[in-house]
């Protein structure tokens, strides 16, 4: 049974930097596109990053171009988003999710596997 596990969130300063870590258990992280989602309180939930299974591809949505770094390191069968010059607009639930066949990195339904959510508080 595969199953994601986030971690790296926490509360932090604007202008501040977090590393969350997606690890993937149950099978083998390279068979698998990795996509990062956030819910912000009031919103829908929103796919803002994504990276291909061969990490060739990447996708980032335009509130978080620039900021955000996803990568992967499949011998340690984990996925990251690294999130610098972090404002108030990023607080929010972070979402890993992994799908054998991802064709829109931003749909929901693409994604067989979803983490738990890691929370992720800016602060003035």
């Known amino acids: 049974q595969v199953q994601l596990v986030e971690s790296g969130g926490g509360v932090v300063q604007i202008g501040g930097s977090l590393r969350l870590s997606c690890v993937l258990s149950?099978?083998?992280?390279?068979?698998?596109?990795i996509g990062w989602f956030r819910q912000v309180p009031g919103k829908q939930r929103e796919g803002i990053s994504y990276?291909?299974?061969?990490?060739?591809?990447?996708y980032y949505a335009d509130s978080v171009k620039g900021r955000f770094t996803v990568s992967r390191d499949d011998t340690e069968n984990t996925a990251y988003l690294q999130m610098n010059d972090l404002n108030p607009d990023d607080t929010g639930v972070y979402y890993c999710?992994?799908?054998?066949?991802?064709?829109?990195?931003?749909?929901?339904?693409?994604?067989?596997?979803w983490g738990q959510g890691t929370q992720v508080t800016v602060s003035s």
């Open positions: 999710a992994a799908g054998i066949l991802v064709i829109d990195p931003k749909r929901e339904k693409d994604y067989d596997h």
């Open positions: 149950g099978d083998i992280l390279e068979y698998y596109p």
């Open positions: 990276i291909s299974n061969a990490g060739s591809e990447t």
